[in-house]
T-cell receptor
Framework: NAGVTQTPKFQVLKTGQSMTLQCAQDMNHEYMSWYRQDPGMGLRLIHYSVGAGITDQGEVPNGYNVSRSTTEDFPLRLLSAAPSQTSVYFC????????????FGPGTRLTVT | SQQGEEDPQALSIQEGENATMNCSYKTSINNLQWYRQNSGRGLVHLILIRSNEREKHSGRLRVTLDTSKKSSSLLITASRAADTASYFCASGLPGGTSYGKLTFGQGTILTVHP
């Protein structure tokens, strides 16, 4: 199993550009989530999904959209990038929800200039 | 705001010594989890303790949970240089839609000197 994969590993955007961060898992997990990690801080939840077709907001959802059309994929869309969105983004999945251990991807380092 | 606060922010020890990290949280939880993050990498799950458990062991790891004090601790015994990493606690809220939200602390940076 590949586990949780994320693409790209690195990305540089200009202010106002849009892009999609990809996340996929091959463990048939129901739960998937997106976090951002800023220097010296823990992870903050952006959006999560408890199954295909079901998404909800986390702690810092503004400026990001998600959808979950399949169990395997959970892309994160930045609508109009801002310098404040410069961060490392992690995708995670688990069997059902947060009562189970989370499996994390390797992260995407995003810089917005 | 962050649910979890970790203490200390940084810890430096010699190989063979024990390392203890503490985590406090603010509201009731369903479970508390600990993760390790090596520099530039994703997080790796270490251990999960549920709200009705008080202590759990996994290899050289020992986790305690005190729900009356809303705190948890992670003990790494006989530390090795390879244990050098950041350690995060994460709390899961109880019930219903809250099972979708896991809240992380800001982490403890552990450095183990050979």
């Amino acid at each position: 199993n590949a586990g949780v994969t994320q693409t790209p590993k690195f990305q540089v955007l200009k202010t106002g550009q849009s892009m999609t961060l990809q996340c996929a898992q091959d463990m048939n997990h129901e739960y998937m989530s997106w976090y951002r990690q800023d220097p010296g801080m823990g992870l903050r939840l952006i959006h999560y999904s408890v199954g295909a077709g079901i998404t909800d907001q986390g702690e810092v959802p503004n400026g990001y959209n998600v959808s979950r059309s399949t169990t395997e994929d959970f892309p994160l869309r930045l609508l109009s990038a801002a310098p404040s969105q410069t961060s490392v983004y992690f995708c995670a999945s688990s069997y059902r929800d947060t009562t189970y251990e989370q499996y994390f991807g390797p992260g995407t380092r995003l810089t917005v200039t | 705001s962050q649910q979890g606060e970790e203490d200390p922010q940084a810890l430096s020890i010699q190989e063979g010594e024990n390392a203890t990290m503490n985590c406090s949280y603010k509201t009731s939880i369903n479970n508390l989890q600990w993760y390790r993050q090596n520099s530039g990498r994703g997080l790796v799950h270490l251990i999960l303790i549920r709200s009705n458990e008080r202590e759990k062991h996994s290899g050289r790891l020992r986790v305690t949970l005190d729900t009356s004090k809303k705190s948890s601790s992670l003990l790494i015994t006989a530390s090795r240089a390879a244990d050098t990493a950041s350690y995060f606690c994460a709390s899961g809220l109880p019930g219903g839609t809250s099972y979708g939200k896991l809240t992380f602390g800001q982490g403890t940076i552990l450095t183990v000197h050979p």
